[in-house]
Every structure is written in C-alpha cells, then in structure tokens.
C-alpha cells in the first residue's frame, strides 16, 4: 500500500518553470521506479518521464531538454524540474510508482498512483 501526494502545480506564464514534488508513504520494502505522467483535456494520458532508482531516466521527447527528474530515495520522493514551459505542457501531472519486487525499467506497470496537481502555462 503506497499513497502519492503531489504538490508544485501553479499558474505561469510562458517561458517560466516551476518544480513538482511527489513523496510517497505507506507500507513496502522499496520503490524501484517513479514517474511523472500528464494528461491534457482532451488528450490521452502520456509519460512524462520515468527515474529509475539507481537514477536511470528517460523523457518524452516534447520535454526532452527543457524538464529534469531526479528523486530522493532516503524519502521517497520524485521531483520534476520544469523550465522553458510552454502553453502546449498545461495538463494535470500524476506521479507514479513501482515497487518492489517490480523492477523493469523503463516501468511497463505502474501499481500506485496520486491524484495530480494541476499545471497551466499562459501564452
């Protein structure tokens, strides 16, 4: 049982960044991958990008370059470093995680997920 908070979701303007957390809480041995996924109106939800825990990542391409993952494995949690923000990234970002004994990477399953923080950038 894994519980997933998001928070760092705000209003901003084009060009600007802002920093995503999301720590993870509960009952399990270790996490062995998290993600960040969004999902626009209108769209399919998408990958944002995955780190695995021994710092391993990957991106999607439509933010390769201008967003970073890293994470905190003593807390449990994955942050999600966004910068040059476009109006095109405004969507609701979920984190995810994999836990032990599930290690694939990049994630093919994720089994626990939060509820999502809400991030719009304005033109």
């Known amino acids: 049982q894994v519980q997933l908070v998001e928070s760092g979701g705000g209003l901003v303007q084009a060009g600007g960044s802002l920093r995503l957390s999301c720590a993870a809480s509960?009952?399990?041995?270790?996490?062995?991958?998290m993600g960040w996924f969004r999902q626009a109106p209108g769209k399919q939800r998408e990958l944002v990008a995955h780190?695995?825990?021994?710092?391993?990542?990957n991106y999607a391409d439509s933010v390769k370059g201008r967003f970073t993952i890293s994470r905190d494995n003593a807390k449990n949690t994955v942050y999600l470093q966004m910068n040059s923000l476009k109006p095109e990234d405004t969507a609701v970002y979920y984190c995810?995680?994999?836990?032990?004994?599930?290690?694939?990477?990049?994630?093919?399953?994720?089994?626990?997920w939060g509820q999502g923080t809400q991030v719009t950038v304005s033109s």
């Open positions: 995810a995680a994999q836990v032990w004994p599930k290690i694939d990477f990049p994630p093919t399953e994720y089994g626990y």
């Open positions: 509960g009952t399990f041995f270790s996490i062995s991958a």
């Open positions: 780190i695995h825990r021994g710092g391993s990542t």
